[in-house]
């Protein structure tokens, strides 16, 4: 069984940055940050592998949003740059032990963190 606890959500001007963070306890392959908007579908934002450094982005958030991972304390971090309106959602952390990248089918899920831009 995996616990997902998110944190680091707010408010923030646009092109300010925000750094979220998921502590995780219980053994995942794959973890990964969503996010919901109001009146739209939840989307896959970034993954990672726990075991190695291969990353997924929505294309959305290439180049402005960075998935980065500490094994040792089982914390997952997503690092939020150059923030849009459009980014404003409430951001999820999952995990699996299944490889599954972006896809949703993720077994374990948090409870999310609002994200104000």
């Known amino acids: 069984h995996v616990q997902l606890v998110e944190s680091g959500g707010g408010s923030v001007q646009a092109g300010g940055s925000l750094r979220l963070s998921c502590a995780a306890s219980?053994?995942?392959?794959?973890v990964g940050w969503f996010r919901q908007a109001p009146g739209k579908a939840r989307e896959g934002v970034a993954s990672i592998y726990t075991g190695s450094t291969n990353t997924n982005y929505a294309e959305s958030v290439k180049g402005r949003f960075s998935i980065a991972k500490d094994n040792a304390n089982h914390t997952l971090y997503l690092q939020m740059n150059s923030l849009k309106p459009e980014d404003t959602a409430t951001y999820y952390c999952?995990?699996?032990?299944?490889?599954?990248?972006?896809?949703?089918?993720?077994?374990?899920w948090g409870k999310g963190t609002q994200v104000t831009v």
């Open positions: 219980g053994y995942s392959t794959c």
């Open positions: 999952a995990a699996d032990i299944r490889p599954l990248g972006l896809r949703q089918t993720y077994g374990y």
